[in-house]
């Protein structure tokens, strides 16, 4: 089974960059894996900001972007806005199925 | 509008059985595979069930195999899963996903 890490929590001032990732237990990650980012706030449906790696889905502002970096899947947030304090996750699809991450909890200050 | 629509869900008792539904708009249904993916209350998202573009490949997680089954209508643009023998650990709030997009979610409650 395979097991995906994310940081539990991460800090960001505003105006500033921060980058989440997210790794695999099985290896290293690849575009084929099809890494997604997605944020949600509880009690809402999760909303897809990256998909495919690197494509921004529609309507999510370009501060947000995404890659590979080394053998992670990565979320960068570049000027962080307040209304970014948010949980972030990842999802891989792979084996004919999706991995979901743990989240990772960002904080804006 | 792209969107993807659930319904279906409600009280059920455990032993029983629902149908879910999810319409699609605004794309090629019969191109993706689509997925069902659940939350239950407080916890995580976790990965229900997948079918692929033409309905001639299904997968399921090991929790719901042999009680789930998941299909689909590309002329109708609608997505299905058929539940029985619910239990109580299936309530949750079940959402139709594909790469990129997700429904808005229905929520199923087992219990008696």
């Known amino acids: 089974q395979t097991v995906v890490t994310q940081e539990p929590s991460f800090s960001v001032s505003p105006g500033g960059t921060v980058t989440l990732t997210c790794g695999l237990s099985?290896?290293?990650?690849?575009?084929?894996?099809?890494p997604s980012w997605y944020q949600q706030t509880p009690g809402q449906a999760p909303r897809t900001l990256i998909y495919?790696?690197?494509t921004r889905s529609s309507g999510v502002p370009d501060r947000f972007s995404g890659s590979i970096l080394g053998n992670k899947a990565a979320l960068t947030i570049t000027g962080a806005q307040a209304d970014d304090e948010s949980d972030y996750y990842c999802?891989?699809?792979?084996?004919?199925?999706?991995?979901f991450g743990g989240g990772t909890k960002l904080t804006v200050l | 509008e792209v969107q993807l629509v659930e319904s279906g869900g409600g009280l059920v008792q455990p032993g029983g059985s629902l149908r879910l539904s999810c319409v699609v708009s605004?794309?090629?249904?019969?191109?993706?595979?689509m997925h069902w993916v659940r939350q239950a209350p407080g916890k995580g998202l976790v990965w229900v069930s997948r079918?692929?573009?033409?309905?001639?490949?299904?997968s399921y997680a090991d929790s719901v195999k042999g009680r789930f089954t998941i299909s689909r209508d590309n002329a109708k643009n609608t997505l299905y899963l058929q539940m029985n023998s619910l239990r109580a650990e299936d309530t949750a709030v079940y959402y139709c996903?594909?790469?990129?997009?997700w429904g808005q979610g229905t929520l199923v409650t087992v219990s008696s």
């Open positions: 996903a594909r790469i990129g997009l």
């Open positions: 605004g794309f090629t249904f019969s191109t993706y595979w």
């Open positions: 079918i692929n573009n033409d309905g001639s490949g299904t």
């Open positions: 099985s290896g290293s990650v690849s575009t084929s894996d099809y």
């Open positions: 495919n790696t690197n």
């Open positions: 999802v891989f699809y792979m084996g004919g199925g999706m991995v």
